[in-house]
């Protein structure tokens, strides 16, 4: 698989982020997010970002997920989208978001 046939297999997603608390039952501090991917729905995620961000920070606001890597069970919450960051060199993830406004559920490439 050549290396364009291999990122085109992630599905990257913009969606905006609707609802934002804490997630009480995660081994590390996160967050339950529900995120509104246009029409693909609204999905939710487990995010450990509560290092750098707050509730109010985040609600309204775009973030860039990996839509296609399945379900996963966190702490009994359902995270069925990977909210995507790096790290800031001190371990503290900095959210990857469009500087503008962008259509809901639009694919990244």
């Known amino acids: 698989m050549d290396p364009l046939e291999a990122f085109q297999t992630l599905d990257l997603r913009v969606g905006r982020i609707?609802?934002?608390?804490?997630?009480?039952?995660?081994?590390?501090?996160?967050?339950?997010?529900?995120?509104?991917?246009?029409?693909?729905?609204?999905?939710?995620?487990s995010a450990q970002i509560r290092d750098l961000y707050e509730v109010g920070d985040l609600v309204g606001s775009l973030v860039v997920v990996a839509a296609n890597l399945g379900t996963k069970i966190i702490g009994g919450f359902p995270s069925e989208v990977l909210v995507l960051g790096v790290s800031d060199g001190q371990g503290r993830v900095v959210l990857l978001r469009p500087e503008r406004e962008v259509p809901l559920g639009g694919r990244v490439y």
């Not at 997630?23 to 995620?45: C, V």
């Open 18 to 45: 609707l609802r934002a608390e804490p997630h009480p039952k995660a081994r590390k501090p996160a967050y339950q997010l529900w995120i509104d991917l246009g029409p693909l729905g609204i999905k939710t995620s």
